[in-house]
């Protein structure tokens, strides 16, 4: 074999040798290494959102039912803002309460009223935040959830992860 021979054979080698190097370090780091952003990007759900919205689609287990729109600003903060609107039997109902100087309006009669935060705060937001926990591993294009909770049927729909609330959502006017 000639010398300019085997300098192409051991080249062809090394380059084999570090392609598989390559290989395996792909394989064995599927997040990309870091460097290009990939693999240490925070993944967001319904559980480490800091601003979520969702429909809910409740029918009781004995026939009735009502759709609940929620919308939550500042989650897992002192200072979370949350509105839930609620339809039945041709009506809405609005809440809007602050946790952060616990107040509190509703809209039962086409007017904005102050209302006791002592009341609705726990009402409203345990069952937000009982959706949320229960879903909290939703992630962005998982679709509806459907589940069944204590003899009610449950449809979670038009789920935003941190979505941008816009300030007039938590004013009441």
């Known amino acids: 074999m000639n010398k300019n021979t085997m300098y192409i054979v051991v080249a062809v080698v090394v380059i084999v040798i570090i392609a598989a190097i390559a290989g395996a370090y792909v394989l064995m780091n599927p997040g990309g290494g ?15 959102a800091t ?11 004995d026939g009735t039912s009502g759709t609940y729109k929620f919308a939550g600003r500042n989650l897992g903060t002192a200072t979370l803002m949350l509105r839930v609107d ?5 009506t809405v109902y609005s809440y809007i309460m602050f ?3 616990q107040t509190a309006w509703n809209n039962a009669t086409g007017t904005w009223a102050q209302s006791d935060f002592a009341t609705d705060w726990p009402t409203w937001s345990s069952q937000f935040e009982g959706y ?4 909290k591993d939703w ?13 009610n049927s ?6 935003v992860i941190n979505p941008t609330l816009a300030d007039s959502l938590f004013t009441p006017s």
Request: no cysteine; glycine share 26%.
């Open 132 to 135: 949320v926990t229960h879903n």
């Open 34 to 48: 870091g460097g290009g952003g990939g693999g240490n990007e925070t993944v967001y759900n319904m559980g480490n």
């Open 154 to 159: 449950i449809k979670i729909t038009g789920i």
């Open 139 to 151: 992630k962005t294009g998982d679709g509806d959830i459907t589940y069944t909770d204590s003899g």
């Open 99 to 101: 946790a952060g100087n």
């Open 51 to 61: 601003s979520l919205q969702f429909n809910l689609n409740l029918t009781a287990a």
């Open 86 to 90: 609620v339809e039945g039997g041709g």
